[in-house]
């Protein structure tokens, strides 16, 4: 199993991005799928979750800016990020709760995506 993240960048303050993070390999289901973000220095921070229901969860500094959403048929997590701010900047995690083929759970995790805002 695999998760492939992409879509961050170099944006102005104000501007969007929208990240992607694909999930490929052995996969029987996808539970819960997630976004996460470390800034240098920092502890890795929850940014929003999404069931595979659709039911949304997000960090209070993100809230009305950012959007997480998912395409179950493809086994795709994204993240509408608009009105960003200095403070957004960091690497971006995607996570995934899944079951494999076997019937194995686990938690995988991407390998994390730039995001730098410039002020």
């Known amino acids: 199993v695999q998760l492939q993240a992409s879509g961050g960048g170099l944006v102005q303050a104000g501007g969007s991005l929208r990240l992607s993070c694909a999930a490929s390999g052995s996969i029987l289901r996808i539970n819960v799928m997630g976004w996460y973000r470390q800034a240098p220095g920092k502890q890795r921070e929850l940014v929003a979750t999404i069931t595979s229901a659709g039911s949304t969860n997000y960090a209070d500094s993100v809230k009305g800016r950012f959007t997480i959403s998912r395409d179950n048929a493809k086994n795709t997590l994204y993240l509408q990020m608009n009105s960003l701010k200095p403070d957004d900047a960091a690497v971006y995690y995607c996570?995934?709760?899944?079951?494999?083929?076997?019937?194995?759970?686990?938690?995988?995790w991407g390998q994390g995506t730039q995001v730098t805002v410039s002020s």
């Open positions: 996570n995934a709760d899944l079951i494999d083929v076997i019937g194995r759970r686990n938690h995988y």
